[in-house]
């Protein structure tokens, strides 16, 4: 099953940090409990080079090891097999601990393999991502913000 790389999520208008960090976790509740979440870096990665999903989540407060190593694995031509599309890796605002204790299990990774949901919880996570947090967030990581 392939899945269409192409389309845009669609624009969420901005919310308050608080209330888009409850409206995340809340998303990821609902996906475990749909059966549709995958958590944990050996299931994400191979539903990620099985095609099953086009977007991986890590937690704030994930390792920069396994950050990295995310990143390879989603990355087409890299950690890919040939032919594999990849994965689109996103940054939330939330930590394991606050995920935890709605999902279950402590887990920095995560996706989810339904559609309409990767395509709700992406649009929800992106809205935080503005020019200003952006130039944070490289700031923190020692990136150069280009």
Do not use: W
């Amino acid at each position: 099953m392939q899945r269409n790389q192409n389309k845009q999520p669609k624009q969420m208008p901005p919310l308050p940090p608080e209330l888009r960090k409850a409206r995340l976790i809340s998303m990821f509740s609902l996906a475990r409990k749909a059966g549709k979440l995958v958590a944990g870096a050996d299931m994400v990665k191979e539903a990620v080079l099985t095609g099953r999903v086009g977007v991986v989540f890590t937690c704030r407060d994930l390792a920069p090891r396994s950050r990295k190593e995310m990143r390879f694995v989603c990355s087409p031509g890299q950690g890919t097999p040939e032919g594999a599309q990849g994965a689109q890796v996103i940054e939330i605002d939330v930590a394991m601990d606050e995920l935890a204790v709605q999902i279950g299990r402590r887990s920095g990774i995560l996706a989810v393999t339904d559609q309409g949901l990767e395509k709700n919880l992406t649009a929800l996570a992106l809205a935080a991502v503005t020019p200003e947090t952006a130039a944070e967030t490289d700031m923190r990581s020692g990136r150069e913000s280009c």
